[in-house]
């Protein structure tokens, strides 16, 4: 069992930055794809971004590509999404997730393990 604990959301202007920051406990993650999600209200959950085991393997929307950057700390087992450059249309819950395996997947089904999510809230 992996327990994923989100932080770091908040309100925050149009143009603004934003870090959010995930914590893993339980079973060790270090060897898990992470990823980050969001969720508009009425939207679908969607990928946002994904980070392999060692970082060395990155995957983002095409919506955040160039503004939010996903990295990784095995040693303290979290997982960080720096959010750039924020627009309103980035408004939504924010949750993180882990999936065994080697391949990062855009799917939501495809993950295993799901954080309680973070609200992030950009004003025009």
């Known amino acids: 069992q992996v327990q994923l604990v989100e932080s770091g959301g908040g309100l925050v202007q149009a143009g603004d930055s934003l870090r959010l920051s995930c914590a893993a406990s339980g079973r060790s993650a270090s060897n898990w794809i992470m990823g980050w999600f969001r969720q508009a209200p009425g939207k679908e959950r969607e990928f946002v971004a994904g980070?392999?085991?060692?970082?060395?393997?990155?995957g983002y929307a095409d919506s955040v590509k160039g503004r939010f950057t996903i990295s990784r700390d095995n040693a303290k087992n979290t997982v960080e999404l720096q959010m750039n450059s924020l627009k309103p249309e980035d408004t939504a819950v924010y949750y993180c997730a882990a999936r065994e395996g080697t391949v990062i997947s855009t799917r939501k089904n495809r993950y295993d393990y799901w954080g309680q999510g973070t609200q992030v809230t950009v004003s025009s």
């Open positions: 980070i392999s085991w060692n970082g060395g393997s990155t």
